[in-house]
């Protein structure tokens, strides 16, 4: 059972940066390809980003490419996404998955563990 604790949200203005990070215990870590999904008011679940278990393939929605950067750490059981130029619209909770793969998958259900989420709100 591997357990996922988000941190990093926050109140920023249009234009900044946050960074987000992901920390996981009680599996393997580097056994897991590993995601963020957002939820924005009224709005279903969105992929965000994903990477793979060794980090070196990443992935992205088309709406955060360029902007946001995901990142782990396999010695610090941790992923990271980078969030650039901000904008209103990136107002959402933001979640980390993990699912015991070397593929990623940018569909919600394709993840067996989940964080609570953490809230990231742009004021513009």
């Known amino acids: 059972q591997v357990q996922l604790v988000e941190s990093g949200g926050g109140v920023v203005q249009a234009g900044g940066s946050l960074r987000l990070s992901c920390a996981a215990s009680?599996?393997?870590?580097?056994?897991?390809?590993m995601a963020w999904f957002r939820q924005g008011p009224g709005k279903d679940l969105e992929f965000v980003a994903a990477v793979s278990w060794r980090g070196t393939g990443t992935y992205y929605a088309d709406s955060v490419k360029g902007r946001f950067t995901i990142s782990r750490d396999n010695r610090k059981n941790t992923m990271y996404l980078q969030m650039n130029s901000l904008n209103p619209e990136d107002t959402a909770v933001y979640s980390c998955?993990?699912?015991?793969?070397?593929?990623?998958?940018?569909?919600?259900?394709?993840?067996?563990?989940w964080g609570q989420g953490t809230q990231v709100t742009v004021s513009s």
């Open positions: 009680g599996g393997t870590f580097s056994q897991y390809a």
């Open positions: 998955a993990a699912r015991r793969s070397y593929t990623v998958d940018d569909v919600g259900t394709g993840y067996d563990y």
